[in-house]
Each structure stands twice: as structure tokens, then as C-alpha cells.
């Protein structure tokens, strides 16, 4: 399939943040990654789900959530990684960019989350609930996300390794707070970052599948 790549910087509040855009020639929608703690734009795992998306005809959006002056102040303190907040608000701007600036075309948007990457995607689909039509997380934390999970109406994908007892635990609180629109599905003998022979390919199909069902359900954004 035929994808264009771009590198850009994109404006969140009080930040440029730079992101790496790929579009196919006729996006059927646009997914935007919330990377994990200590992670970034370049995550091999999440680069791997986006190519998956890509031959799906899906386009992409991987972005540095923190600032260079501020990912050497996490380096130091780990703090920033951690707030849900800020990350999400910076999604928020994100997705109505997208919204706005449509360099993906008038197509719908999803989120993809992992680890705590998926609290904040979470807590941004509950603030653009008109914006994201379907979230999906990849071993993440969903449970951060707080009084934001029961105001989210994004149908949402909970991916977890079945190997990661603790964080399947967490996911089982984050869906009961979730009713009617969070499924979980367990990846057996998974850990949490499905390094396992085949385990990352099967996130990025059920992701995929995910997406394509559920964003052409949303209108195109206004």
C-alpha cells in the first residue's frame, strides 16, 4: 500500500510537539499513540502496531507527548511520565488538530494507548467524546484514568498479556467502570510488553480489526 510519511510539529497548549505522520493514499481514519512511561515517538513496539494499521489503510499519528526540555527533566525525576493529566490535555489539543488541520482528510480518529499511555488516551476521549471514535490499550493502566472511565463512549479495546496477573487485575476494575462499551481480551501466556514470539502481531491485528470496525461507525469530524 501506498503511505507517505511526514515528520511535523504539532502545537499542544504551551508545547510543540514533534510527530511522525504516516498516510496512506485513502485513509479510512487516523489513529494517534499514546506512548508509555519512558518511552517516545520511536517505541519499536507501537512503530510495529502502526505499520500493521497503515496496510489496513488507517493513517498514524506517533508524537513526543513531552517536550526535549521536559523529557530531560523526566530522565531525572520520572515525574512527568506520570501525569495523566498534562498528557492527556496535550492528546486533547492533538485530536482537535487533527479535527481542524485535517492532514489526514475529514476522517474519523482513535486512540492507542500503552501502559500509562492508555490513562491519558482514556481521559482524552472523555473530554472529546464528539473527536474519538474508538480507543484501544495495549497493556496498560487504564485504572489511572480515574472518574474519567465512566465518561468515556469511545468503544474501547482492553488488550492485556495473560501473564501480567497484576495489570489484568487492574484492566477487570477499569471495565466494570466502563459498562457496555470496554471489552477485554487476554493474549495467552503474554507479559506485558508481548515480547513473545507472535504475541505483537496478534495486539496489532486485534487492533486493527478494532479500529476498522468501530471508527466508520463515527461521523468524520466537524
Known sequence: MDVRSSEVTIPA????????????AEPAGVVLFAHGSGS????????AVAHVLNRRALGTVLVDLLTPAEEQVDVRTAELRFDIQLLAGRLAAIVDWLANARPFGPVPIGLFGASTGAAAALVAAAARTDRVGAVVSRGGRPDLAGPALGQVRAPTLLLVGGLDEQVITLNEQAQAAMPEIAELRIVPGATHLFEEPGALEQVADAAAEWFTTHLHRTPSPA
Open 40 to 47: 517516545s515517538r520511536h517505541s519499536p513496539r507501537n512503530v
Open 13 to 24: 497548549g504551551d508545547a510543540e510537539l514533534p510527530a511522525d505522520l504516516r498516510i496512506p
